[in-house]
């Protein structure tokens, strides 16, 4: 193009005025069509990374997810064209290719990872663990294609044709480039950030008004308790199944949002060493809550408790209060004051019983002190 410009610039030169003219040939074509790919990828990489970010917007729910996801794609293509201008490799048709199929190669690892880590989270919301396994899962068959597409692209190295050479070079970096951004740069990013996905949200059912009949629920609306459904961990227990053992520790609680369990007393047994049925302390119903104390003090279960009949219960503890904190904010407060409320509700009650037992004790004392 350099050549052409030399060209047009003599002849205008030194043609007389008015006189037309146009520089073609087989070497003025290939390089302006060069040009023209090379212009094309660059949009086109833009216009990449735009659809990307919407995917990934629209996939996990967050804008923050989104410029999160588009980092570590982002990464290897900053790491190639830093190279090149590293090394002075110029932008042509064969360097152009390389961000298209780099970003398209590891897009697919950044979803992958994060639907795997989502899946891994929503087991106990322990982000630490979550990301350890995920990794530990999914590290593997990352790293595995990365290098089977690695070894491929470096049998371009050994080429005698220099531009294929160099786009093999190039692309073997990027690759590795993507795969540190996955495993490496990724997970880090991840710490500062709640995920939660659009599959989260179509799979929780709601029956008519749920927070009519659960206190916990008591002034938010339809929606704002779908927040809190997929903010949090929902478990579900088949009847017999038991949900805490007396004993275990353990840093939550339960609110009831479908089905009815039972506190189970300790076991025993008759002189004949024959277990005997279990004392039912409390008959537990949609709307209740238990646990309450594992989750204020992470203490050691006082009871046991078993699902009578299919059960949903939403799992609340720190890392679930945080995680709604940051995703739904006024959502968050509402629930945090209903829960507090449920609380005290529940320290009174015990108080009340208390009370009235140690005065009946104290009257029938004073009785027998008068006869």
Not at 155 to 168: C, E
Request: proline letters at 3%.
């Amino acid at each position: 193009m350099n050549t052409r410009k030399k060209i047009e610039a003599y002849l205008n030169e030194n043609l007389p005025a008015g006189f037309s003219f146009q520089v073609t040939g087989i070497g003025v074509v290939i390089s302006h069509s060069s040009q023209l790919i090379t212009d094309g990828q660059i949009k086109s990489l833009f216009l990449t990374l735009v659809l990307v970010f919407a995917i990934m917007f629209l996939l996990f729910m967050s804008f923050k997810v989104g410029i999160i996801g588009i980092l570590p794609n982002c990464f290897p293509i900053l790491v190639g064209f830093g190279l090149m201008g590293w090394l002075g490799i110029p932008l042509s048709m064969a360097t152009s290719l390389i961000a298209g199929v780099a970003i398209g190669l590891a897009v697919d690892d950044t979803i992958h990872y994060l639907v795997g880590y989502n899946h891994e989270f929503k087991k106990d919301l322990d982000k630490k663990r979550a990301l350890r396994d995920t990794v530990r899962h999914l590290g593997k068959p990352i790293i595995f294609t990365t290098v089977t597409i690695s070894l491929g692209f470096s049998v371009l190295l050994f080429s005698s044709f220099k531009p294929t050479a160099v786009f093999g070079l190039l692309m073997v970096i990027t690759m590795v480039s993507a795969l540190v951004g996955d495993l490496i740069l990724l997970p880090s990013l991840m710490m500062h950030v709640e995920l939660i996905t659009i599959w989260d949200l179509i799979r929780v059912k709601l029956g008519k008004d749920p927070q009519e009949g659960i206190p916990l629920f008591k002034g938010l609306s339809r929606t704002q308790v779908h927040y809190i459904l997929t903010a949090g961990n929902l478990k579900t227990y088949a009847a017999g199944t038991t949900v805490m053992t007396k004993g275990e520790v353990s840093d939550s609680m339960y609110a009831i949002i479908s089905g009815t369990l039972q506190v189970l007393g300790e076991e025993n047994r008759n002189a004949g060493g024959i277990k005997r049925p279990r004392q039912v302390i409390s008959t537990l119903k949609t709307g209740d809550v238990v646990g309450e104390m594992g989750m204020i003090r992470s203490c050691e279960r006082s009871a046991t408790v078993v699902a009578v009949s299919s059960s949903e219960l939403l799992q609340i503890n720190e890392r679930m209060i945080k995680r709604l904190q940051w995703l739904y904010p006024p959502t968050a407060h509402r629930f945090f004051f209903n829960l507090m409320r449920i609380l005290c509700d529940r320290l009174q009650n015990i108080t009340e019983c208390y009370l009235a037992e140690t005065s009946r004790n104290n009257g029938g004392v004073t009785h027998k002190v008068l006869e």
